[in-house]
């Protein structure tokens, strides 16, 4: 094969189409969730009191987990015979619910242990973010009357933003890259319902033993990290000069 | 060892008592079972070191990459009688299987010359063999002087030994006259039907004799066992999912793979009318009676789903079955053995995975290495391991024709050595021997998790398949 043929192939290879949306897909989903849930948590911590210090702890328990392991831990969880979530799914009326199995279900799961292992690091950084903003800008605000939902929208969240850019920067990076979590719970499958850029290399390179399709799928996967990053680095830098009215 | 214990057993190799005589022999002398098997052992060792000069390569050290299995175990509890034959060493590193294969891929593509010798499945040689990473190991098989003239080469079953050897020419027939070893068979497995007896009866059905009788007789056994499905098969989107059951009845209903045209150009086959059928059958078997989780099941969930009693019965490798028939499994003892021919003609043709030895090319002292591979693959140690061990199922007809061996698994496996030898003549590799076998098996694979799913009518699936494949044969120069 010519140099650069695997990266033409591309082109009009369907399987290369249907591996960049599936990581998108994932890689977004799983950013938003995240953050959404990240962000809802911290700011039901951000007061300190000794309750919120031991829930922030021990809600850090899950990011302990090896991803490997808590695929796993759900694999277990999600089996139809013995599975606690398959027994819960059964009692909410949903019968023969096949979890990792179905097509039509597969991206759940593994969002779902993709959610449970990294909303404690998104929760962990915005708490943080949250805990350092001055004060002042509140105080005022409060005694100006401003309901607390404008707070949240005109002072806490621009400038928590920083943070934000920040933590969703280092899970989209992370998340883009998936491997473990798919692999362990389904091997990109059913069919090629969750075909990422590590899978597909991972099958190509060990399994068949195309080292350069690997290898090109892997650069691509480097691209599209450099371009994102690039992107999230110049917007945070942005919003950094605007937080502190440098702009 | 005392004179007339040591005499006995001498008698015995030399083939001048029966193993009725022996046990006798020995029982009279007050010696066990297990101290007479360890006797045999060791002068059966030393009867190979009779005719040839086993220490040639004495002192030397050579490296293996193992697989976590019961052969690997068998060869280990042996080690140290190769140690005292040869006087060599050997070091090895033992990897589970999830991860075995992808350190024999990095070992082999960096060129390392680490690991003198490595385990396999002939499906690999056919990247390792062109690739220039593996030896032909006929010119070691051929040579008098680096090989024990008692090695005896045609005792491995006919069809076990070519599916180890191709000649490199995609579509190229295996162990044609100028095929190359690329591997030597160590222990194999047939794809049949291991069952849960107790199930079967409870649930009033016969032991399944064509594809459509197993259809049926999985639906039933699922009806009439609460808690329970009827057919494990594996369902990973991996090519692990097609070369078991999938494959032997898919074979035996006489579908191919690929077709090679005469100018030896290869073409889809698997959306032919008759395929488009088999899977139909196929797809439905596991929609009505497979376990809910299938597309997530490798070996090991059919396997440990039958020994948990999840399952009525399987399709797949014989020695999943035997495995499940011991040990702390809770069917232990319940379950019994069928060879099975999707065609109902009664004569299976069973897919077969070889676990094989290979060695590598970048070995620095190939012919050490092979006086392990010979070792290692011979009469002696696959008597050993088959009497002693678990090394189910021997690749050599005389470890097939031992009566020790048969007695014990005759008594504590139903079926099994029935299962074996109707089976054994028409096992071998079903598959068309090609470069791109991973890539299109689990392809292959991932349709047919679509098609479970629903997601694609099977005619359709198979039509878009073949169309892939093709486009892939043509990509590669195949097609």
Sequence with gaps: MNWGENYVNFLSDPDFWNTLQVSLVYAGLTVVLELLLGLGMALLLVRRTRLNNFISVMLLMPLMTAPALAALMFKLMTNPNFGILSYFMQVLGFENFRWGSDPSTALLTVLMVDIWVYTPFMMILLLAGLRSLPTQPFEAAALDGVPRWQQFWRITLPMLMPYVLTASLFRLLDSIQQFDIIYALTQGGPGDTLMVFQVEAYLNFFQSTNIGRSTALLIILWAITFVLSNLFIKNWLRLRERARGEI | MHEKEKSLVDAFVRGQM???????????????????????????????AADFDWMQHSGKSIKLLLNKHPYTDAMLANLDNFKQLTGMDVSYDIFPEDVYFDKVTAALSSRSSEYDAFMTGAYMTWTYGPAGWVVDHNEW????????????????????????????????ELGSDDAMQWCI?????????????????????????SLDELLEAAAKAQSGNEGIYGIGVRGSRSWATIH????????????????????GKLSAAMNTDGSKAFHAKWVKMIQDSGAADWSSHTWYQVGTDLGAGKSAMIYDADILGYFMNGGDNAMAGQLAYAP????????????????????SKFSKDLDATWNFMQWAS?????????????????????????????????????????MHDVSAPGAAIKFTAQPLFFDLTTEWAATLQKMVAKEVPIAEGLDQLA?????????????
């Design chain 2, 18 to 48: 029966d193993r009725r005589e022996l046990i006798r022999g020995l029982g009279a002398l007050g010696v066990t079972a297990t101290g007479g098997s360890a006797l045999l052992n060791m002068a059966m060792t030393q009867a190979i």
């Design chain 2, 141 to 172: 098989i051929m040579d008098s002087h680096k090989t024990n003239p008692a090695y005896n080469w045609t005792d491995m079953l006919e069809g076990v030994r070519k599916s180890c050897a191709w000649n490199g020419r995609p579509g190229g």
């Design chain 2, 185 to 209: 068979p160590w222990g194999y497995e047939q794809n049949n039907l291991s069952y849960n007896a107790g199930m079967l009866d409870k649930a009033g059905v016969d032991v399944p004799t």
């Design chain 2, 244 to 263: 078991p059951g999938f494959l032997s009845a898919y074979a035996n209903l006489g579908e191919i793979d690929l077709n090679i045209s005469s100018d």
């Design chain 2, 340 to 359: 099975f021919a999707a065609s109902g003609n009664g004569t299976p043709t069973p897919n077969i995975w070889i676990w094989s030895l290979a060695m």
């Design chain 2, 378 to 418: 011979g009469t002696e140690h696959g008597l050993f391991g088959a009497r002693q061990m678990d090394f189910v199922n021997p690749v050599r007809q005389s470890v097939w024709d031992d009566p020790m061996f048969r007695d014990r698994i005759a008594k504590n496996y139903p079926g099994y050595v029935d």
């Design chain 2, 467 to 479: 169309d892939s494949v093709d486009r892939q044969l043509k990509d590669a120069g195949l097609g």
